[in-house]
């Protein structure tokens, strides 16, 4: 499976941006999708994930007011919602997808797609 995160780019503090997580796989609505980040000199850290298996949505504690996930099969898209950015968002956004892993552990995912920068200015 072929991930392709867009939807990246420099927005203000307050904000919204949506960012998208495109498969190149037909059977794509058959895996579990996360997404991940990695702010300049720190860990990758689970944001949001959502299951194929009943669309079940788990959103990191840090975010969970203020992103959304959600998936659209036809389009073969997974999107990451996010509001009331601050700077403390600005990190590179990765989507991952995994045929039957769907947790926070960012090892356990089989495919990755290249990263899309979120830089959220003050």
């Known amino acids: 499976v072929q991930l392709q995160a867009s939807g990246g780019g420099l927005v203000q503090a307050g904000d919204s941006r949506r960012l998208s997580c495109a498969a190149s796989d037909r059977t794509f609505d058959a895996y579990n999708v996360g997404w991940f980040r990695q702010a300049p000199g720190k860990e990758r850290e689970f944001v949001a994930g959502?299951?194929?298996?009943?669309?079940?949505?788990n959103i990191a504690d840090s975010v969970k007011e203020r992103f959304t996930i959600s998936r659209d099969d036809t389009k073969k898209t997974v999107y990451l919602e996010m509001s009331r950015l601050n700077p403390e968002d600005t990190a590179v956004y990765y989507c991952?997808?995994?045929?039957?892993?769907?947790?926070?552990?960012?090892?356990?995912?089989?495919?990755w797609g290249q990263g899309t920068q979120v830089t959220v200015s003050s």
């Open positions: 959502i299951t194929w298996v009943g669309g079940n949505r």
């Open positions: 991952a997808a995994d045929r039957y892993y769907s947790g926070s552990f960012s090892g356990r995912y089989m495919y």
